[in-house]
């Protein structure tokens, strides 16, 4: 069963639905939302067992998909545009591909329909491993992430799923579920032909990033006919973050 995602609107227009990836949050997308939404209705959403949206056993791309599904059914008009990133880019490609009346255009950033490498998982198991009990800020279980994850940005921006309750400190990732079901996270759904997605595509990739690789060609083409690829210059994997102003003026470029 699809879960009802949280989510929040800017701006008025044709819709555009944002998906985040993995560890990430519709308030990670906040800045680029309030930009594109001087033109667009943009809504981003939190993805289950992310952010203010519910959690589930479950955790794979098809039931992303059903969830991506009723969200534009119920709240964008039965139709729009999906940007999705990393994960996100992913569920969104999996929308498109079961479900292309829903999906005007489609956008996907610094992913490929396949397998991704990676050691992620240990970002859930550390984040696991820590008792959120012995903390009372933020800022402290930032730095206690630091035995293991030595990069600060990365270190922040996992921190930003601590939240605030009535019992002290909590995660806003249900990290059983992700432990559970990485295996799928890293994957991609086996489609046929019969599922191409014929609509308007646009991969987004970061000219740093190896995400997305020429052997990925074959396969892109195969699901998306006719897609076209822009590399965005001196970014990584977090193409909008590390290089906002390219990324939305790209974004701009691919809206109607």
Known sequence: MPVDLS?????????????????GSKRNWSSI???LGRTHRIITVDQRNHGESPWADDHTYPHMAEDLAQLIRTHAGGRATVIGHSMGGKAAMSLALSEPDLVERLVVVDIAPAPS?????DFVHTMADLDLSDFMR?????AALAGNIPEPAIRAFLAQNVATGEDGLRWQLNLKALADNFDSILEFPDYDNASAYAG??????????DYIQPHHQAEIERLFPGAAIDVIA??????????????IETIHRLLP
């Not at 008025?12 to 639905?17: A, I, K, L, N």
């Not at 001196?234 to 990324?247: I, L, M, S």
């Open 234 to 247: 001196d970014a990584g994997h977090w193409v909008h973050a590390e290089q906002p102003k390219a990324f």
């Open 117 to 121: 490498g990676g050691t992620l998982i």
């Open 7 to 23: 989510f929040s609107e800017y701006g008025t227009g044709s819709p555009v639905v944002i998906v985040h990836g993995l560890f």
């Open 138 to 142: 933020r800022s402290e279980v930032e």
């Open 200 to 209: 308007q595509t646009h991969f987004i990739a970061g000219e740093k990033s």
């Open 33 to 35: 939302a309030k930009q």
